[in-house]
């Protein structure tokens, strides 16, 4: 039913996505499916970058090469062939990120990592609230 996993990471905290991922390896494993890892980085807005723009690259470089090593470890965790893992590092907003790569993958679910909901998150809401309110595709939160 779920050949088609998306599991958006954050690499700076992977303490949220261990749940995630745990889930997203059983179904993953029960219907021969493939998992895609999605970490996003935040884009550098011109204005702010404006002078700096080859420290802002190289700033980007770097973020997108830890990202990457980062969910090759967390790889290494899993008992899935690697050909059932892909790694995707993006650049703009979370939300934004995962709801494209879900359309463009046409992933059959969303699997993401969430924390207790703590006043704040009620009150600003969160990233993974945000995400399922503008999926397209079913999200599963996994806390």
């Known amino acids: ?35 895609h890892l999605l970490h996003v980085i935040p884009s550098f807005s011109p204005v702010l970058t404006r ?31 690697d050909s059932d893992i892909q790694i995707h590092v993006r650049s703009g907003t979370v939300r934004d990120e995962v709801i494209k790569l879900a359309d463009e993958l046409k992933a059959d679910v969303v699997i993401i990592g969430s924390r207790n909901p703590t006043i704040q998150t009620h009150l600003l809401g969160s990233e993974a609230a945000s995400i399922v309110r503008y999926a397209h595709v079913p999200v599963l939160v996994v806390r």
């Open 1 to 35: 039913m779920y050949k088609n996993i998306l599991v958006p990471v954050d690499v700076f905290e992977i303490g949220l996505a261990d749940k995630a991922l745990s889930h997203a390896q059983f179904l993953a494993q029960s219907s021969s499916g493939q998992i």
């Open 51 to 81: 002078g700096f723009i080859s420290d802002a690259r190289k700033m980007e470089d770097y973020l997108i090469n830890t990202a990457k090593e980062k969910l090759a470890e967390l790889i290494k965790k899993l008992s899935l062939v």
